[in-house]
């Protein structure tokens, strides 16, 4: 996931997989098993049931080795029933952050924050912002109500609380973890500055601070830099960084790379932490120039870096590496591996005892943008067996009080036909409320938090000038879809006219 920018559709569903190398394990095992050759004189039935056992262990092995489906991330509803109910899907405007903690999986994500307050003459504003809050994943094992998803169990995700609960509100973005001398590290841009805590073993989190007590001094952020990266329109744009912190632990050392700097535009900053002091080591190379930021991960004893180019024309990623003795290399393309956001590196080991090896994995996104999709059809209950092409209404627009609120609503009528014959219309009410925010109105990103419901209302079509002779409809209930708009449906009976 990843978003850019004031937009509306900056907020977008947190989705997550898996893959577990030691899944595999055991179906490598049965296949080389099913493997072992025959006796030159064996049966043809017999070698026919081991080319059977072979294909189907096969086919096992390479469904272990792949990714399970993307799914949203699905809250503890034992723990967190309010949370559940108020929010079914995580939206977020910026990539979280996830780290190990000694076997759990902890992950920090940009929370948006809206509240009501006064302006003058007693109007009402909304006041917007971010704030970082933590969440761990609880696994299948001790979620056994957790639907299955593939072939893996899904786990839960479990809300642990806001990282600075004492701060009410205020900018906290970016966030980047890594676990460092045994303890989860957290660096984050807050306001104009980078924010350094680590999580105690009660759950709370603290400023790091050096042998004397104090807070470390964090590495410096050029102010005029970090408004330009949170987009033109500067420090009232609070939806999300172009480009995220990334933090890695190599050669004992924390360190962090980001586009914060007081240097040139898409230039990348390097700072080491030893343990109580920050140093920054410099700026990349000019070959080392991005649009975004560097996924970092230590491996074969370099420190390593893929980013995507700052080059408009050139979509190929670039890696580079790090080392004490040598600096940063000046870069090269990875062929083959093209994208515009930032990737993920990870390093892990894999295989069995006493042939183990260590591998450095990559994901990234590919070149296509997102894009709406065009308005769902309405949807087609068991009972119709054909359809027509819809026809949708104009949008009408109905405002509040003083203008702060409006809803944007149409209705779509599509032709039908039932399987007893009679031919029906499915009329759909679309609804989406906005706000006024900044310049003009944006859509409410409530809207799909809080499950509105249709508790009655009419349809009335005029029947003259028509083929069919209709009185009304009723619409009841009602479902918000993944985009946030609101739909109730209701069927009206066609009866044509003899005139």
Same mark, same amino acid.
């Given at each position: 996931?990843?978003?850019?920018?004031?937009?509306?559709?900056?907020?977008?569903?947190?989705?997550?997989?898996?893959?577990?190398?030691?899944?595999?394990?055991?179906?490598?095992?049965?296949?080389?098993?099913?493997?072992?050759?025959?006796?030159?004189?064996?049966?043809?039935?017999?070698?026919?049931?081991?080319?059977?056992?072979?294909?189907?262990?096969?086919?096992?092995?390479?469904?272990?080795?792949?990714?399970?489906?993307?799914?949203?991330?699905?809250?503890?509803?034992?723990?967190?029933?309010?949370?559940?109910?108020?929010?079914?899907?995580?939206?977020?405007?910026?990539?979280?952050?996830?780290?190990?903690?000694?076997?759990?999986?902890?992950?920090? =994500?940009?929370?948006?924050?809206?509240?009501?307050?006064?302006?003058?003459?007693?109007?009402?504003?909304?006041?917007?912002?971010?704030?970082?809050?933590?969440?761990? =994943?609880?696994?299948?094992?001790?979620?056994?109500?957790?639907?299955?998803?593939?072939?893996?169990?899904?786990?839960?995700?479990?809300?642990?609380?806001?990282?600075?609960?004492?701060?009410?509100?205020?900018?906290?973005?970016?966030?980047?973890?890594?676990?460092?001398?045994?303890?989860?590290?957290?660096?984050?841009?807050?306001?104009?500055?980078?924010?350094?805590?680590?999580?105690?073993?009660?759950?709370?989190?603290?400023?790091?601070?050096?042998?004397?007590?104090?807070?470390?001094?964090?590495?410096?952020?050029?102010?005029?830099?970090?408004?330009?990266?949170?987009?033109?329109?500067?420090?009232?744009?609070?939806?999300?960084?172009?480009?995220?912190?990334?933090?890695?632990?190599?050669?004992?050392?924390?360190?962090?790379?980001?586009?914060?700097?007081?240097?040139?535009?898409?230039?990348?900053?390097?700072?080491?932490?030893?343990?109580?002091?920050?140093?920054?080591?410099?700026?990349?190379?000019?070959?080392?120039?991005?649009?975004?930021?560097?996924?970092?991960?230590?491996?074969?004893?370099?420190?390593?870096?893929?980013?995507?180019?700052?080059?408009?024309?050139?979509?190929?990623?670039?890696?580079?590496?790090?080392?004490?003795?040598?600096?940063?290399?000046?870069?090269?393309?990875?062929?083959?591996?093209?994208?515009?956001?930032?990737?993920?590196?990870?390093?892990?080991?894999?295989?069995?005892?006493?042939?183990?090896?260590?591998?450095?994995?990559?994901?990234?996104?590919?070149?296509?943008?997102?894009?709406?999709?065009?308005?769902?059809?309405?949807?087609?209950?068991?009972?119709?067996?054909?359809?027509?092409?819809?026809?949708?209404?104009?949008?009408?627009?109905?405002?509040?009080?003083?203008?702060?609120?409006?809803?944007?609503?149409?209705?779509?009528?599509?032709?039908?036909?039932?399987?007893?014959?009679?031919?029906?219309?499915?009329?759909?009410?679309?609804?989406?409320?906005? =706000?006024?925010?900044?310049?003009?109105?944006?859509?409410?990103? =409530?809207?799909?938090?809080?499950?509105?419901?249709?508790?009655?209302?009419?349809?009335?079509?005029?029947?003259?000038?028509?083929?069919?002779?209709?009185?009304?409809?009723?619409?009841?209930?009602?479902?918000?879809?993944?985009?946030?708009?609101?739909?109730?449906?209701?069927?009206?009976?066609?009866?044509?006219?003899?005139?």
């Amino acid at each position: 996931m990843d978003a850019v920018g004031w937009t509306a559709n900056s907020f977008l569903p947190v989705s997550w997989t898996s893959y577990t190398p030691a899944d595999v394990r055991p179906y490598l095992e049965e296949l080389e098993r099913v493997r072992t050759p025959l006796a030159a004189d064996a049966p043809a039935q017999e070698t026919e049931q081991r080319e059977r056992a072979v294909q189907k262990a096969t086919a096992r092995v390479e469904a272990a080795r792949k990714w399970t489906p993307d799914r949203p991330v699905q809250w503890d509803t034992d723990r967190d029933a309010e949370l559940q109910e108020a929010a079914s899907d995580l939206v977020t405007p910026e990539t979280p952050a996830i780290v190990d903690d000694n076997g759990t999986l902890r992950m920090v =994500y940009t929370r948006i924050i809206e509240t009501v307050h006064m302006l003058s003459q007693g109007r009402r504003g909304m006041r917007t912002s971010l704030r970082l809050s933590e969440a761990e =994943y609880v696994p299948p094992a001790k979620a056994p109500g957790a639907e299955a998803v593939g072939h893996q169990p899904a786990g839960v995700w479990r809300e642990t609380g806001f990282i600075h609960p004492e701060q009410g509100l205020s900018n906290q973005q970016a966030p980047a973890l890594a676990m460092f001398n045994g303890q989860v590290h957290l660096v984050h841009l807050h306001g104009w500055q980078l924010n350094h805590l680590i999580r105690g073993t009660d759950g709370t989190w603290k400023t790091v601070t050096g042998p004397d007590g104090t807070p470390v001094a964090t590495p410096k952020v050029g102010m005029a830099k970090a408004s330009r990266e949170r987009g033109a329109q500067g420090s009232q744009d609070l939806y999300g960084l172009n480009a995220n912190v990334r933090l890695a632990v190599h050669d004992g050392q924390l360190h962090l790379v980001h586009r914060l700097g007081e240097g040139a535009a898409n230039t990348l900053t390097h700072c080491v932490f030893d343990g109580t002091t920050w140093t920054t080591k410099g700026t990349l190379p000019a070959t080392n120039q991005t649009s975004r930021t560097a996924a970092l991960a230590s491996y074969d004893g370099k420190l390593h870096a893929v980013y995507p180019n700052a080059d408009e024309k050139n979509s190929a990623l670039r890696h580079t590496w790090w080392t004490a003795a040598d600096g940063w290399a000046p870069g090269v393309d990875l062929v083959g591996h093209d994208s515009d956001n930032t990737p993920a590196l990870l390093v892990f080991t894999e295989g069995p005892a006493g042939e183990e090896r260590e591998a450095m994995l990559m994901v990234h996104r590919g070149i296509e943008r997102w894009v709406e999709s065009p308005p769902p059809a309405p949807p087609i209950p068991p009972e119709v067996v054909s359809t027509e092409a819809t026809v949708y209404g104009p949008w009408v627009v109905d405002e509040g009080p003083g203008g702060w609120s409006r809803l944007r609503h149409r209705t779509t009528l599509t032709p039908a036909t039932l399987d007893d014959g009679k031919q029906v219309l499915i009329a759909v009410w679309e609804a989406r409320a906005e =706000y006024y925010w900044l310049s003009g109105h944006h859509p409410d990103p =409530y809207t799909k938090l809080h499950a509105p419901r249709i508790s009655g209302g009419t349809l009335w079509l005029d029947p003259e000038g028509s083929k069919f002779n209709i009185a009304n409809g009723t619409f009841e209930g009602g479902t918000v879809d993944k985009d946030g708009s609101f739909r109730g449906r209701c069927f009206l009976v066609l009866q044509r006219c003899l005139l």
